[in-house]
């Protein structure tokens, strides 16, 4: 089993910036791709952003040039800086680790991000 668990969001003005962090633990071996995805309310849950070892980085259109994802993985974290953050960012994210297998994905408890006008 893998645990992740997210911290650092919260309430910020259209322009401003925050930085999540998402920490693993347990068997840890058992994932090398991390990530972020989100869920608005009413709306699926869908890819932020996701980093592995071997290919880097990888962001959904509307987020390139805003957000950045990156990992340590000395201390199994992952992180998404993001910048100038718009209305319609706002939403749940959750920390995302597929198992290497491909046998199930692991989710962290999900954090609050919300941007006002």
């Known amino acids: 089993q893998v645990q992740l668990v997210e911290s650092g969001g919260g309430l910020v003005q259209a322009g401003g910036s925050l930085r999540l962090s998402c920490t693993a633990s347990g068997s840890v071996f058992r994932i090398n791709t991390m990530g972020w995805y989100r869920q608005a309310p009413g709306k699926q849950r869908e890819l932020v952003a996701t980093?592995?070892?071997?290919?880097?980085?990888n962001y959904a259109d509307s987020v390139k040039d805003r957000f950045t994802i990156s990992r340590e993985n000395a201390k199994n974290s992952v992180y998404l800086q993001m910048n100038s953050l718009k209305p319609e960012d706002t939403a749940v994210y959750y920390c995302n680790a597929p198992d290497i297998l491909g046998t199930r994905q692991y989710w962290g408890q999900g954090t609050q991000v919300t941007v006002s006008s």
């Open positions: 980093i592995t070892s071997r290919t880097g980085a």
